[in-house]
């Protein structure tokens, strides 16, 4: 019979470390990544001209890259929370099963 979930703690808490480090790095890449686009689209370097504001035009059509940033953000903040979530869910999982084993057990002595 086997007793409970079978898992390597040590393999699951480095894993969600190296997953947190990871995280932490894209972060702060992605930050300074964002800051120089949102730079660049401030400098406005396309001009004032009907050239320079219909390449606008065609540059913010769709949101432009500051939506990309704010996209990129949004994914990049589901990124950092993945680590703590999986950590609650992987200690949910054990205490579910714990309570869950114990109750089978109780269910086996009374038969």
């Known amino acids: ?10 393999v699951v808490a480095t894993g ?11 972060k702060k ?3 300074a990544a964002s800051s120089e686009i949102k730079g660049h689209v401030a400098a ?5 001209g009907a ?3 219909a ?7 769709t949101g432009g890259p500051l939506q990309m940033v704010e996209s990129g953000k949004r994914t990049i903040d589901e990124i950092v929370n993945a680590g ?4 609650e869910t992987i200690g ?3 205490a579910t099963d714990l309570a869950e084993a114990a109750r089978i057990k109780r269910m086996l002595i009374e038969i």
């Open 84 to 87: 703590p979530t999986l950590r």
């Open 92 to 94: 949910n999982s054990v």
């Open 29 to 31: 890449e992605w930050d």
């Open 51 to 53: 050239e320079g504001q």
């Open 16 to 26: 969600i470390s190296v997953w947190a480090d990871m995280a932490t790095d894209l």
């Open 55 to 61: 390449f606008l035009r065609a540059l913010m059509r």
């Open 44 to 48: 406005a370097p396309w001009g004032r």
């Open 1 to 10: 019979m086997i007793d409970g979930v079978l898992f390597s703690e040590r």
